[in-house]
């Protein structure tokens, strides 16, 4: 039968390419060298492994254990997470695109330049290709010594991920001694008032879910904090005709028990839990990523997440731009649900976030993405505009990729069916 014969070859090949775009796993590149491990581990723990990840077109510049633990020894996991991002770059350095740098030096965009935190040059590594042949490495901050030097190649996904290996961390003045607030200092309240949220935060004090807030923390929370004007938006339902229960459910489902950063909830596939869960499916919700913004679903509606208000390891603040209306109290929208992919959109545009990344308002920290060719282009000076540069935007991103593909299969799926019923 060779109808039979060429619908298995097709659906392999088609399987083959849906594989493909799945994208790097830099904890799986790591797990084949034991050397790396701690630096692993830590990117682990500090989910930076997940924002790795979901961005295409990085290098991640790491260290050996022996290198690493001085280094890291006795701080915090927040600490240690800002000074990580020192080592993600936002472009593709393999070694011969590093002996290939224009002039000899160039100044290149880390993730902790996307975390808003970072005056002047501090989010940037300063690459300079020596006569001779050694790269060096070091702060971009003036008067930084270049104190790491290029050892070897770890793997290269060309264009993708480049992971080499630097002799030692590089420390930017102030990254390792900030007074990182510990978790259970934090004060939620005032930090939500300050970010816009003030009846959210003051609804979160009378009913009392601040204290499960409060409890949650140093086990790792996030929370999802919808800004007044949410509260004020058409198709608000009357909160006021909530019981006390009802309200409390409400509010435990803004926060998850879970530390997760941006880059956690772009690569989360799966339903992720609230504090309002009790029984597995209940008081979830689903995120869909289009480039650099994130909506959650929860079954009525879609929230676009605005701002990173607090990313601290265990706590992640964000503010979101509608109430998240669990369907378990406000029942299920006549629209279907969004949780899975829209498999027959003909076109890759997600048509379910609101509002897609470029038209994101504010120069939020979320906004931020690599430079997206793997061309040679030199940086700009970044002093001069490091946010212009922090919201470029990806078109590729993988959410479209993958969406894509799906299309591509179903597609392929469909004429392979149709035509082998012709032909039989
Ligand atoms: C690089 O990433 C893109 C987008 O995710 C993917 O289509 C491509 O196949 C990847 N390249 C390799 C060599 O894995
Ligand atoms: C990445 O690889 C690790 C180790 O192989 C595996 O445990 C983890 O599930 C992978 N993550 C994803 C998102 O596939
Ligand atoms: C390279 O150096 C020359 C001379 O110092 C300068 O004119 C030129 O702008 C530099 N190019 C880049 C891309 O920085
Ligand atoms: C990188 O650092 C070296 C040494 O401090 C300095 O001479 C060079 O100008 C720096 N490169 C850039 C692009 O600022
Ligand atoms: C936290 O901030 C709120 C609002 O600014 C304030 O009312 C409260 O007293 C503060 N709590 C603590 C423990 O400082």
Redesign the pocket.
């Known amino acids: 039968m060779a109808t039979s014969k060429s619908l298995l070859l097709f659906l392999a090949l088609v399987a083959t390419c849906a594989v493909i775009v799945s994208g790097h796993n830099i904890t799986d590149i790591l797990k084949d060298f034991p050397e790396y491990s701690d630096f692993s581990s830590y990117l682990q723990q500090t989910r930076l492994a997940d924002e790795i990840n979901s961005r295409q077109t990085i290098t991640v510049l790491v260290v050996s254990n022996g290198a690493l633990s001085p280094v890291v020894a006795k701080h915090p996991l927040s600490v240690i997470k800002n000074f990580l991002s020192l080592h993600i770059v936002l472009d593709y350095y393999d070694p011969a695109k590093l002996h290939k740098i224009s002039n000899g030096?160039?100044?290149s965009t880390t993730l902790y330049q996307t975390t808003g935190n970072a005056p002047g040059n501090l989010g940037f590594v300063?690459i300079?290709d020596l006569q001779g042949g050694k790269v060096k490495f070091?702060s971009?901050v003036p008067g930084?010594k270049?104190d790491s030097s290029y050892t070897k190649s770890v793997k290269q996904i060309p264009y993708n991920i480049s992971v080499i290996e630097i002799s030692a961390p590089i420390i930017a003045p102030g990254i390792l001694t900030a007074q990182a607030p510990s978790a259970s200092d934090v004060n939620i309240t005032a930090l939500l008032e300050k970010a816009g949220c003030k009846t959210f935060a003051s609804m979160l004090v009378s009913s009392g879910v601040i204290k499960n807030y409060e409890t949650a923390v140093e086990k790792g929370l996030t929370i999802f904090a919808p800004n007044d004007e949410a509260f004020k938006a058409d198709g608000v339902p009357d909160l006021s005709k909530l019981t006390n229960a009802e309200v409390v459910s409400l509010l435990l489902y803004h926060a998850v028990a879970d530390y997760t950063p941006i880059g956690a909830l772009k690569t989360t596939k799966d339903p992720i839990d609230t504090l309002a869960t009790s029984r597995a499916g209940k008081f979830d919700i689903t995120t869909t990523t289009a480039g650099d913004a994130v909506t959650l679903h929860t079954g009525v509606g879609p929230s676009r997440i605005a701002d990173t208000v607090l990313d601290a390891t265990p706590l992640a603040i964000f503010t979101v731009d509608s109430l998240l209306l669990p369907s378990e109290l406000f029942g299920k929208s006549p629209s279907p649900a969004p949780a899975p992919e829209p498999v027959s959109s003909p076109t890759p545009t997600p048509s379910l976030a609101p509002s897609p990344a470029p038209t994101a308002k504010a120069p939020s920290p979320l906004a931020a993405s690599p430079p997206a060719p793997p061309a040679d282009t030199p940086e700009g000076s970044p002093a001069n505009a490091p946010t212009a540069e922090a919201q470029t935007s990806t078109p590729g991103s993988s959410a479209v990729h993958v969406k894509a593909s799906v299309v591509i299969v179903v597609a392929a799926i469909a004429t392979t069916v149709i035509s082998s019923l012709f032909l039989s």
Request: hydrophobic share 35%.
């Open positions: 030096t160039t100044l300063n300079t070091g971009a930084s270049l």
